[in-house]
T-cell receptor
Framework: GAGVSQSPSNKVTEKGKDVELRCDPI?????LYWYRQSLGQGLEFLIY????????KSGLPSDRFSAERTGGSVSTLTIQRTQQEDSAVYLC???????????????????FGPGTRLTVL | DAKTTQPPSMDCAEGRAANLPCNHS???????VYWYRQIHSQGPQYIIH???NNETNEMASLIITEDRKSSTLILPHATLRDTAVYYC???????FGSGTQLTVLP
């Protein structure tokens, strides 16, 4: 079946412009995650959705970053007034479940998309 | 904050077993250990996960110590295509950290 897809695969923009990154999760997956990976670094968690709601926005680096998810499916990550330090690969993942159990969080394995490489000039 | 620690890099000869360690001394009783890998320029790929017992699948084996404070991912016969960054994370930990860069040498 189809995996997680992201678009565009590459985006070059000028400093100060707004950008929108799109993620199409695996059909039926209720949980969706956004990560950022700067060159040579590990994955930085940004936000996750359970259905259309985002219980944890703590990873968003500034108020220039926002994300939404509609219909429990497609998600859009928006970066306003882009800065050069926003340049990175933005990865999206989905899983069939994310929730809480016994006071802790639990989820199924995440399936990742190929990422969007954002370059801010 | 990452709850796991891994060595930054390891080498392994092709055809030999690669043993990648991970420390998770603050793991709680109901937290699973997950392993992913990221081949250059690709998104991370799930490998295996476990809670208490050792696990094996077609990709790898996972050995978890009895006190659950550490684990080891074993690639039994490493190939050049296994060169990647390997991440050990705990369920609920949405930060992957820097992982271990495994380089399989010919």
């Amino acid at each position: 079946g189809a995996g997680v897809s992201q678009s565009p695969s590459n985006k070059v923009t000028e400093k100060g412009k707004d950008v929108e990154l799109r993620c199409d999760p695996i059909s039926g997956h209720t949980a969706l995650y956004w990560y950022r990976q700067s060159l040579g670094q590990g994955l930085e968690f940004l936000i996750y959705f359970q259905g259309n709601s985002a219980p944890d926005k703590s990873g968003l680096p500034s108020d220039r970053f926002s994300a939404e998810r509609t219909g429990g499916s497609v998600s859009t990550l928006t970066i306003q007034r882009t800065q050069q330090e926003d340049s990175a690969v933005y990865l999206c993942a989905s899983s069939s479940y994310y929730g809480t159990s016994g006071g802790g969080r639990t989820y199924n394995e995440q399936f990742f998309g190929p990422g969007t490489r954002l370059t801010v000039l | 904050d990452a709850k796991t620690t891994q060595p930054p890099s390891m080498d392994c000869a092709e055809g030999r077993a690669a043993n990648l360690p991970c420390n998770h001394s603050t793991i709680s009783g109901n937290e699973y250990v997950y392993w992913y890998r990221q081949i250059h320029s690709q998104g991370p790929q799930y490998i295996i996960h476990g809670l208490k017992n050792n696990e094996t699948n077609e990709m790898a084996s996972l050995i978890i110590t009895e006190d659950r404070k550490s684990s080891t991912l074993i690639l039994p016969h490493a190939t050049l295509r296994d060169t990647a960054v390997y991440y050990c994370i705990l369920v609920g930990q949405l930060t992957f950290g820097s992982g271990t860069q495994l380089t399989v040498l010919p």
